[in-house]
């Protein structure tokens, strides 16, 4: 159990398209996903917090007009990269908190695979 | 403020042997703790956590980490190590004050390799 899929794995585009990543949880809801940034040989940068049916809280520094987030239903987070720039290349990791009852912050965060982005 | 330390870069040790993967922490209140691995090009898998009860927590592949309260500390350990357990580790932290929405803190990772 506790599966979360990323689409796609891999994606190179042209500077300035824009690119969408979706994460999923296959076999449970979550009511919040999470998107990180991760650098070559570096740890996860948390970008931003995503609740179903409301707007994403970012972290600082993140540009929201640049980061698009959605949480459309409980299974689903979309990330979208607007105008990507090569410096926008990475490895962006989503997760998602499986809800055990308890205090959310004792709930464990599932990841998905990754999607690595190029921007040429 | 909220914070996980790695210590080590890379931990290298022999196939068989036991290892272990430091990580300290600091956090106001009550810590929850993590251990995740990474492959290569990969999410981050799951192998355990702490939130209360027995100090010693077991996980998954036979890892298990031990909190140590006192020392701020919750290391992770294998009795007998395997080639395939060469991975990245990360050590996180959670607590009701490291924000909203259960909001992970990680560590900078640790780099394990096993040498046959």
């Known amino acids: 159990g506790a599966v979360v899929s990323q689409h796609p794995s891999r994606v190179i585009c042209k500077s300035g398209t824009s690119v969408k990543i979706e994460c999923r949880s296959l076999?449970?809801?979550?009511?919040?996903m999470f998107w990180y940034r991760q650098f070559p040989k570096q740890s996860l940068m948390l970008m931003a917090t995503s609740n179903e049916g409301s707007k994403a809280t970012y972290e600082q520094g993140v540009e929201k007009d640049k980061f698009l987030i959605n949480h459309a239903s409980l299974t689903l987070s979309t990330l979208t990269v607007t105008s990507a720039h090569p410096e926008d290349s990475s490895f962006y990791i989503c997760?998602?908190?499986?809800?055990?009852?308890?205090?959310?912050?004792?709930?464990?965060?599932?990841f998905g695979p990754g999607t690595r982005l190029t921007v040429l | 403020a909220q914070s996980v330390a790695q210590p080590e870069d890379q931990v290298n040790v022999a196939e068989g042997n036991p290892l272990t993967v430091k990580c300290t922490y600091s956090v106001s209140g009550n810590p929850y703790l993590f251990w995740y691995v990474q492959y290569p090009n990969r999410g981050l898998q799951f192998l355990l956590k702490?939130?209360?009860?027995?100090?010693l927590v077991k996980g998954s592949y036979g890892f298990e980490a031990e909190f140590n309260k006192s020392q701020t500390s919750f290391h992770l350990k294998k009795p007998s190590a395997l080639v395939s357990d060469s991975a990245l580790y990360f050590c996180?932290?959670?607590?009701?004050?490291?924000?909203?929405?259960?909001?992970?803190?990680f560590g900078a990772g640790t780099r394990l390799a096993v040498h046959p």
């Open positions: 702490y939130i209360t009860g027995d100090n």
């Open positions: 996180a932290v959670s607590s009701l004050f490291s924000g909203g929405y259960n909001k992970l803190i």
């Open positions: 997760s998602a908190r499986a809800a055990s009852g308890g205090l959310p912050s004792t709930d464990t965060q599932y």
């Open positions: 076999d449970f809801q979550a009511t919040t």
